[in-house]
């Protein structure tokens, strides 16, 4: 090596060696302390909050000085508590102006780990709003001189803590849980108060979620932070909606977002979204039945959102999946592949929308049309004007009615829909295969068509079904009426009329409605006509009201076969008068359904060839059958085939003589007294129970009944007509004892 590079070398290395003694020696002879409170005092007047710091120490070597325990306060409208604390804070200075004249000048900031503190009022406001509102309108020479241009070359935040609460006034702000975000790093080139800065942002979210935000901000609002102008371009990843704060809990949204892309420009009055990514949502949305209490609306301009004057070029959601679900209710419906996109979103307009999806079971919705403006306090009362359609709709599981209301079938809707906030008109027909309304039900051969006109009360979240016709086949049945969507079911207050209804094109819907015929037989001709009331509730529904049948035939269902039982009381067969096929000329009865029991009263029929039957009885949700009729026989075959009138008591009366005196001890004595009774008894009617099930009901004589309705009465006449007789003559013994021990046993 060469004479001159050494004496470069050893040049080089003096100098060296007195900036490292002068980095030494220069803290000896400055007292950093006596800067803080020029700095407290600038920071503060800057900022407009208090500002206090610890300790300061200077490090030449990075030229900085190095504020300990550092604190912000808050707006003590807001809270007591720091708004921003960091253990260490490194101010970057101008090392000359300071060494040779003491002067502080900032050319940048670094905090590690500082912990923030972001509070919102009940009126929107947020705590850092006020950040930069310094008491002094103007700046001050020390700010000036402290902030050449009010810039700041550089401020970096590293592995941050964000804590957002409630502020003062808000409902349960002490029992509010605060949401914390960790791993908070800013950086910000060129900070100043008067022009457009550059920053980078990333923090990782609540439930494990990260975001990224770059773009630019300012100016600075010095009279309301929340107010400076930004534009950028956000990421999110894995969002909890709820646990970021995105959603309140009372807007029933849990679930994650896969990823969220934004691109938008806030002026300080206008938010311009123009792209908006909704990609791969898994959310759940439990709604309440219960009416919405609108939000209050803001009294303080101060507490006015960006939302307020959103405006958005594109959103789409796209491949999400939504479940649905009802407080208080038991099941959820899940919606896969759902895309939607509107675009031209004004806060002051309608936007043109659509929709598209997978229903449970595999069915599918599409919906296209417009919605706006927003309602921002109740999204139920957003104007909307659609058309729905919607494809095999699997009604049990679709989340329309409750999963256990025993409610199924596959649905093919087609809906107009209109909205003006408060009232929505829907208008639409639907087609529905393989319905079944009870819970014992068996899904309908039969289609049935539906066309539907109804009003709902948004608020209230109560409807009006003006106008509803089912068809199935040629019958024609209208239903109207009300309903409710309070507590965990839909109230109902419907009525249903039907008249002169075809039993042909109803015999193959009846199972759908729990009605089970016995084995072998089906209805073949007439008429039904009913006006029933549903009320109760779509998971508990109540059906009553007179049902009428006149004309038809129960085929493969022999009447009097069954009636057999009783042939021995009517000293005659009843088969031959039916034959194979029950002709019922006319039933009438008053009905109720409830939790799949049936009850049915005033029953009046009238079976040609048989007679008419009074009584009541239910058929319980299994199907056991359990009545209690009197049958007045009209017609009955003796001997060789010939008809007997009842009411004629001659062979008859004597048959159910006979049957009676089987009953009773040397019952052949006293023979002309029974004749009178199974006179009265055929006058009156026979009692007969009926069991078995609605598949294989079963007939027997109600001996009890005959006793306690006819027996009393005949037995006291053939009592007394017997008190001629000498004392100690027990001629009568015999029938007293048989009808007293009938009456004391049954």
Request: glycine share 14%; charged share 10%.
């Amino acid at each position: 090596m060469g004479k001159p590079a050494r004496l470069i070398l050893i040049a080089v290395g003096a100098v060296l060696a007195l900036i490292v003694l002068a980095a030494v020696c220069v803290p000896l002879f400055l007292n950093t302390d006596s800067f803080k409170a020029k700095i407290e005092s600038t920071l503060t007047k800057s900022l407009g909050r208090k500002v206090t710091i610890g300790k300061v120490n200077l490090s030449v070597l990075t030229g900085s000085l190095v504020a300990e325990n550092t604190v912000v306060a808050d707006d003590p409208r807001f809270s007591t508590q720091p708004f921003i604390q960091a253990d260490t804070v490194k101010i970057g200075v101008e090392l000359f102006p300071l060494i040779l004249s003491k002067q502080v000048i900032i050319r940048g900031f670094s905090m590690q780990s500082p912990k923030i503190q972001l509070l919102r009022a009940a009126n929107g406001t947020w705590n850092y709003s006020t950040i930069g509102t310094g008491s002094q309108p103007a700046q001050s020479e020390e700010t000036k001189q402290a902030f050449p241009n009010l810039t700041v070359g550089e401020v970096n935040v590293e592995n941050g803590r964000i804590t957002v609460g409630a502020g003062p006034g808000t409902t349960g702000a002490a029992s509010a849980p605060n949401r914390v975000y960790e791993n908070v790093n800013l950086k910000v080139k060129d900070f100043a108060f008067t022009k457009s800065f550059p920053f980078e942002a990333s923090a990782g979210l609540p439930a494990g979620g990260t975001v990224e935000l770059k773009g630019s901000a300012g100016p600075f609002n010095q009279q309301d932070a929340s107010a400076t102008p930004f534009s950028g371009h956000l990421e999110i990843k894995h969002l909890d909606p709820l646990a970021a704060g995105f959603a309140d809990a009372s807007d029933g949204v849990t679930g994650t977002i896969d990823n969220l892309v934004l691109d938008a420009a806030w002026s300080g009055t206008q938010m311009h979204v123009t792209k908006l990514l909704v990609d791969t949502p898994k959310l759940t949305l439990v709604q309440s039945n219960g009416p919405k209490q609108p939000k209050p609306k803001n009294p303080n301009a101060e507490g006015a959102t960006m939302l307020d004057n959103l405006s958005v070029d594109d959103a789409q959601l796209k491949n999400g999946t939504i479940t649905l679900a009802t407080a208080g209710k038991q099941g959820s419906a899940v919606y896969s592949q759902v895309n939607a996109q509107v675009t031209n979103l004004s806060p002051k307009s309608a936007s043109p929308f659509s929709l598209s999806g997978q229903l449970p079971n595999g069915g599918s919705v599409s919906a296209n049309g417009t919605a706006g403006p927003f309602n921002q306090a109740n999204n139920a009362s957003t104007p909307l004007n659609a058309v729905v359609n919607l494809k095999h709709v699997e009604i049990g599981t679709a989340g329309v009615v409750p999963p256990d209301a025993g409610i199924s079938g596959v649905a093919d809707v087609q809906a107009k829909i209109q909205s003006n906030g408060q009232t929505l008109n829907a208008q639409g027909a639907a087609s529905v295969a393989g319905i079944k309304l009870a819970k014992d039900g068996v899904p309908s051969a039969k289609p049935v068509q539906l066309q539907f006109t109804l009003s709902q009360n948004e608020q209230a979240r109560n409807g009006v079904v003006q106008q509803a016709v089912v068809t199935i086949g040629s019958a024609v049945i209208n239903l109207s009426g009300t309903y409710e969507m309070s507590g965990p079911s839909t109230a109902l207050n419907l009525k249903v009329v039907g008249n002169a209804l075809s039993i042909n094109e109803l015999e193959a819907f009846l199972p759908a409605l729990g009605v089970h015929l016995p084995q072998g037989s089906r209805l073949q001709g007439g008429t039904v006509t009913t006006t029933l009331a549903v009320t109760g509730t779509t998971a508990t529904p109540v059906i009553s009201g007179p049902v009428k049948i006149n004309n038809t035939q129960l085929a493969g269902f022999d009447l009097g076969s069954k009636l057999q039982a009783l042939s021995s009381f009517t000293g005659g067969r009843i088969t031959s008068s039916t034959g194979s096929g029950t002709t019922i000329r006319s039933l009438s009865m008053n009905v109720r359904e409830e939790g799949g029991n049936i009850r049915t009263d005033n029953i009046a029929l009238d079976v040609a060839g048989v007679g008419t039957a009074t009584g009541a009885g239910s058929v319980s949700a299994g199907g056991a059958l359990n009545y209690n009729v009197v049958l007045k026989l009209t017609g009955l075959s003796i001997g060789g085939g010939g008809t007997q009138q009842a009411s004629s008591g001659g062979g008859t009366a004597a048959g159910l003589a006979g049957a009676l005196s089987g009953f009773i001890p040397g019952g052949s004595t006293g023979g002309a007294a029974l004749g009178g009774i199974a006179g009265s008894v055929l006058k009156s009617g026979i009692p007969v129970a009926i069991g078995g099930t609605t598949s294989n009901p079963t007939f027997s004589p109600n001996v009890a009944s005959l006793a306690t309705g006819v027996g009393v009465g005949a037995a006291q006449g053939l009592l007394g007509g017997a008190k001629g007789q000498k004392k100690g003559t027990n001629a009568a013994d015999p029938l007293s004892n048989a009808l007293g021990g009938l009456l004391g046993k049954h």
